[in-house]
């Protein structure tokens, strides 16, 4: 996921700042692509590492599996990884990392609700079907 998204952004990016010419932005946008993708793919990397390790570790320590477990551990990998830019930087990060796993665990929730009701028995009349014709 790191290195699609990264690659896509970075050819978008590469392909804005090269100068005007399609050769020359195609140019742009691979050589954008070859220097920042794999650094981006390898943050991913890192960060999809330690919220994992977070993660398994709280539901371990909890004992059930919820969504709390992944807002914490976005949370936490956060403020973690900006840990070496000070207290501020942490509390920052952790509330971007909580709020954007709030956002991810909330459209989950939304998503298997949505998808749960299109597969609940069609009958209104609220009479026992058993597929067998009276």
């Known amino acids: 996921m790191g290195i699609i998204g990264g690659g896509v952004f970075q ?15 195609l140019r742009g946008s691979v050589n954008a692509v070859k220097i920042r993708a794999p650094q981006i793919g390898g943050s991913f990397a890192v960060w999809g ?9 709280l539901v371990r320590l909890r004992g059930k599996e919820d969504p709390w477990n992944s807002i914490t551990s976005g949370a936490l990998t ?25 956002l991810i665990e909330g ?28």
Request: charged share 10%.
């Open 49 to 57: 590492g330690l919220f994992s390790t977070i993660d398994c570790g």
């Open 78 to 102: 956060g403020a973690v990884l900006a840990s070496r830019s000070g207290p501020l930087a942490m509390v920052g990060s952790a509330l971007m990392g909580g709020i954007l796993l709030a």
């Open 107 to 134: 459209v989950g929730i939304l998503l298997t609700r949505y998808t749960a009701q299109q597969f609940q028995n069609p009958n209104p009349f609220g009479e026992e079907t058993s597929g067998v014709p009276h």
């Open 11 to 25: 050819s978008v990016k590469g392909f804005r700042n090269a100068p005007v010419g399609i050769k020359h932005r």
